[in-house]
């Protein structure tokens, strides 16, 4: 199983960025996509996930009608991020499981990370 994250970048508050992960070694599984971000000093936490099978997804209060997940192409999974803020500045991953779950104790597969940087 691997995952490759991309797209990350350096982005002026109120811009957009979108992040993909291409995912490959799932075929067989009703995996979860979930993106996960980590702010310098702070825990990585939950953003958003969907579900590869049914399309299903959430996201994460503080994301909820900026951020958007979907199914971009074939094992791939896209995070359109708009109206971005200084606070979105973090090490996004990308990681696969089995479980509808938002704790990334229950994710086994992970990408790198790709940085994404929002400046005033």
């Known amino acids: 199983v691997q995952l490759q994250a991309s797209g990350g970048g350096l982005v002026q508050s109120g811009g957009s960025l979108r992040l993909s992960c291409a995912a490959s070694?799932?075929?067989?599984?009703?995996?979860?996509l979930g993106w996960f971000r980590q702010a310098p000093g702070k825990e990585r936490t939950f953003v958003s996930r969907i579900r590869w099978s049914t399309g299903r997804t959430e996201s994460a209060d503080s994301v909820k009608g900026r951020f958007t997940i979907s199914k971009d192409s074939y094992n791939t999974v896209a995070l359109q991020m708009n109206d971005l803020k200084p606070e979105d500045t973090a090490v996004y991953y990308c990681?696969?499981?089995?479980?509808?779950?938002?704790?990334?104790?229950?994710?086994?597969?992970w990408g790198q990370g790709t940085l994404v940087t929002v400046s005033s």
């Open positions: 070694g799932f075929s067989g599984v009703d995996w979860a």
């Open positions: 990681a696969g499981g089995t479980q509808w779950s938002g704790d990334r104790r229950d994710y086994r597969n």
